[in-house]
């Protein structure tokens, strides 16, 4: 079982920043990939970025160039900062991982932090 507890969140203007935390439980951090995915209002979930445990990123064609993950394993923290933020970023954040438990692949997801960007 991991639990992640994301932050960060808030109501910020076109053309700002804000950064987003997630915190994991568990001492295996380090060994797996993290993402940060997004849900607009009457929209799919999608991912925004990934990182692997070797620090690989990928990025939703979206917010490259914008938008940054990087994680700290001393801390078992995953972060996402955002830049030159639109109106369209704005959504509901959510933390992922995954862990493969008796063969079978479980996908773990945060409570989810709400980011609205609107002047």
């Not at 932050?7 to 951090?29: D, I, K, R």
């Not at 607009?40 to 970025?49: I, S």
């Not at 700290?72 to 369209?88: F, G, H, I, R």
Request: glycine residues 10%.
């Amino acid at each position: 079982q991991v639990q992640l507890v994301e932050s960060g969140g808030g109501l910020v203007q076109p053309g700002g920043s804000l950064g987003l935390s997630c915190v994991a439980s568990g001492s295996s951090f380090r060994l797996y990939a993290m993402a940060w995915y997004r849900q607009a209002p009457g929209k799919q979930r999608e991912m925004v970025a990934t990182i692997t445990s070797s620090s690989d990123t990928v990025y939703a064609d979206s917010v490259k160039g914008r938008f940054t993950i990087s994680r700290d394993n001393a801390k078992n923290t995953v972060y996402l900062q955002m830049n030159s933020l639109k109106p369209e970023d704005t959504a509901v954040y959510y933390c992922k991982t995954a862990r493969m438990v008796g063969g079978s692949l479980y996908n773990y997801w945060g409570q989810g932090t709400q980011v609205t960007v609107s002047s």
